[in-house]
């Protein structure tokens, strides 16, 4: 097919104006936005589904899942967003959460219990990186794909707060959380069928204790995307958990 033009560079192709080029909506949004139609997604939510469910860590292809099924809730999070001053800052300055933007020392020189102190404890005994965060590519909205950005690179953070590991187990507790907390369709599919990969023990564990937890805090805290993490390093997780309204962990 036809290589899309930039929004902001339209240009003449095959003997059109860019107006028609515009009219067709054949344009990056965004560095790396792929235009895509209602099929093309139908299509990529399905399969990224069916590959995600089968294997977990296929972290792309989650990805894809949660850009192609959040038509209805990345709205919803971006108003959120809008009517909370915190929020409404964050989409204005639009920070990023990543290794050239976080000063790794000064992170590990704050005191135990600080955010920013257990979210290096976190990385660090987890082996994960906040470069791994794929860029959003099929999210038809410049300022939505920033949101679902923001919500991918401050999951770590999620984990951090509810004390979860990277383990299976962990991700479906997180997964309950988000799912209340963002109606993001991804976040749900993971919330019900990552059971499928437990064992007996972990399954009960979950129902009995993990999931109800997780469900009742994602109810009662204010929203996570709402919170300007990276002025709160130093602010204790416990006192952070209080003034989001996540109850301490089982």
């Given at each position: 097919?036809?290589?899309?033009?930039?929004?902001?560079?339209?240009?003449?192709?095959?003997?059109?104006?860019?107006?028609?080029?515009?009219?067709?909506?054949?344009?990056?949004?965004?560095?790396?936005?792929?235009?895509?139609?209602?099929?093309?997604?139908?299509?990529?939510?399905?399969?990224?589904?069916?590959?995600?469910?089968?294997?977990?860590?296929?972290?792309?292809?989650?990805?894809?899942?949660?850009?192609?099924?959040?038509?209805?809730?990345?709205?919803?999070?971006?108003?959120?967003?809008?009517h909370h001053p915190e929020g409404y800052r964050i989409l204005q300055e639009r920070p990023r959460i990543r290794l050239s933007t976080l000063d790794m020392a000064k992170l590990r020189g704050l005191p135990d219990g600080s955010l920013g102190r257990e979210y290096i404890r976190f990385l660090e005994d987890n082996k994960v990186s906040p470069d791994t965060r794929m860029p959003p590519k099929f999210v038809d909205d410049e300022e939505l794909a920033y949101v679902i950005q923001r919500y991918r690179e401050v999951h770590d953070l999620m984990h951090t707060l509810l004390g979860m590991p990277t383990t299976i187990l962990g991700e479906v507790v997180v997964k309950w959380f988000e799912a209340v907390q963002t109606g993001l369709p991804m976040c749900v599919l993971g919330a019900a069928f990552g059971p499928i990969h437990l064992s007996a023990r972990n399954l009960q564990l979950l129902a009995t204790e993990l999931a109800p937890w997780a469900i009742q805090s994602g109810r009662n805290a204010s929203c996570i995307l709402n919170v300007y993490y990276e002025q709160r390093w130093e602010q204790s997780v416990a006192s952070l958990r209080e003034e989001i309204g996540i109850f301490p962990p089982p």
């Open positions: 097919g036809r290589a899309c033009v930039s929004h902001t560079e339209p240009r003449a192709r095959d003997g059109r104006s860019g107006e028609e080029e515009e009219e067709e909506g054949c344009y990056q949004l965004y560095p790396g936005h792929i235009p895509t139609s209602p099929l093309q997604k139908a299509l990529l939510a399905a399969g990224s589904a069916f590959m995600a469910l089968y294997d977990p860590y296929r972290h792309d292809m989650v990805a894809v899942l949660g850009e192609t099924t959040g038509c209805l809730a990345l709205p919803n999070l971006r108003d959120k967003m809008k």
